[in-house]
């Protein structure tokens, strides 16, 4: 099961990728948390990247797509995969396409989780995370409810950061989907109600693919 999820900064992309990994024991390759774990590790990479991150804009398609390549050729990655917040650009849609190729795979389903922009706005003011597992919290809340963990403020969900991702997203990423609408590939999924109603939206967009798969 290979797979691609798509939504704007606080579409809930995070909840139902982890959703989606428990349910297919796949991994869930989250281009932000890599660039994050670079970030906290201090390493060269890291260190050119956290303004970029701080600022809400993206990192070249050349590091991204070195990154994506390095993870993809990973054992656990060949029962599959759900890559989260790649490819961002049409030449990173490209170089991923000849990339699978190269690999001898293909997509079954990219998946967007389709939310206003007002209720993003809302989302991410204020949002809090577990520097541990990456769940997010409302404002307010003390401490993860998995691991105990402080929750802390990701950078780039202060005010300043939060317009600019979300428009670079508009501009930038929502393009790529068409890349794959020509393939029939994209199901746009309602991002606005409860969590469990978008787990079952998404869990019904991938099903065809699993009986496919078993038949
Ligand atoms: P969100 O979807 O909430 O903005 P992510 O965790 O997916 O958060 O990404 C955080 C940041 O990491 C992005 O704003 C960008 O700076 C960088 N990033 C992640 N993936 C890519 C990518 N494919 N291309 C360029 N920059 C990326």
């Not at 939504?7 to 349910?23: C, D, E, F, I, V």
């Not at 890559?83 to 049409?90: A, Q, S």
């Amino acid at each position: 099961m290979n797979l691609l999820l798509y939504g704007a900064p606080g579409s809930g992309k995070g909840t139902q990728a982890n959703m989606l990994r428990s349910h297919f024991g796949i991994p869930h390759i989250a281009t932000g948390d890599m660039l994050r774990a670079e970030i906290a590790a201090g390493t060269p990479l890291g260190q050119k990247a956290q303004p970029i991150l701080a600022a809400g804009k993206y990192v070249s398609d050349d590091i991204m797509i070195a990154m994506i390549r390095n993870r993809l050729t990973q054992p656990d990655s060949t029962l599959g995969f759900i890559i989260d917040g790649f490819p961002r650009t049409i030449p990173q849609a490209e170089a991923l396409d000849t990339l699978m190729g190269r690999l001898r795979r293909h997509f079954d389903r990219v998946l967007y989780l389709k939310v206003d922009t007002e209720e993003l706005l809302r989302r991410l003011s204020g949002r809090l995370v577990c520097p541990q597992c990456q769940r997010t919290y409302p404002p307010g809340t003390a401490a993860c409810e998995a691991d105990g963990s402080a929750l802390v403020q990701r950078e780039d969900d202060k005010a300043e950061a939060v317009k600019p991702r979300i428009e670079i997203y508009l501009q930038k990423t929502i393009p790529v989907l068409d890349h794959y609408r020509g393939e029939n590939l994209v199901s746009e999924i309602d991002g606005m109600g409860t969590i469990d109603d978008i787990s079952r939206q998404v869990l019904a967009a991938v099903t065809p693919v699993v009986k496919t798969k078993t038949a």
